[in-house]
Every structure is written in C-alpha cells, then in structure tokens.
C-alpha cells in the first residue's frame, strides 16, 4: 500500500522560504512522476510542479515557475519542494501523490493528510 506523508508547511511572511517533504514508502516508484498539489479554501485542488523518479524532468504550474524549485531524493524515497517569495495566494494545504505521465493529474484518488502552508501579507 502506498504511503506518502507530507511535511515541513507553516506560517511564514510573504516573501519568505519554507522546504516542504514527501516521504513515499510502499512500492517501488522508479520510472514513475511525483507531484505537489495544493487547495486553498473554497478552491479545488490543483497541480504545483511534478517531476520524474530519475529527477531529470520537472514542469511547473506557471504561476509559481521561478520561485518553487521540486526535488527528489531516491535512496530516501523523498521529494521535496523549495517555495521561495511566497506570496499569500499560496496559502493552501499542500498535498503529494504519483502524477501520471505526462500530465497534471494524479494517479491516486487518496490523499494523505497534507501539510499547511499559510503566508501572511
């Protein structure tokens, strides 16, 4: 049974920096894409940024393109995602899941329980 547990979220001032972790753990994900999401209130959640398992491949939604860097770390099954100026429209519940290929959507229709990321102006 996949696992993923998302850390590192918080309260943090706009144009600040916060590190968020995505620990995986129940398969094995070589060869395939990991992604952060996120959902504000009162908004569907939506795709961040995604990259392949090899860590050669990454794509961004445009509106954080410059500012949020993803990661991976395969000997720790971990993927990270660095968001730098944060601004508050980024205030959501942060999420990770398996993207399918080539696309913005995730494979698992279970969510694990996120992590806060609030930015105050």
């Known amino acids: 049974q996949v696992q993923l547990v998302e850390s590192g979220g918080g309260l943090v001032q706009a144009g600040g920096s916060l590190r968020l972790s995505c620990a995986a753990s129940g398969r094995t994900f070589s060869g395939y894409t990991m992604g952060w999401f996120r959902q504000a209130p009162g908004k569907e959640r939506e795709f961040v940024a995604r990259i392949s398992w090899s860590g050669g491949s990454t794509y961004y939604r445009d509106s954080v393109k410059g500012r949020f860097t993803i990661s991976i770390d395969n000997a720790k099954k971990t993927v990270y995602l660095q968001m730098n100026s944060l601004k508050p429209e980024d205030t959501a519940v942060y999420y990770c899941?398996?993207?399918?290929?080539?696309?913005?959507?995730?494979?698992?229709?279970?969510w694990g329980q996120g992590t806060q990321v609030t930015v105050s102006s």
């Open positions: 899941n398996v993207v399918r290929f080539g696309t913005m959507t995730s494979v698992y229709d279970s």
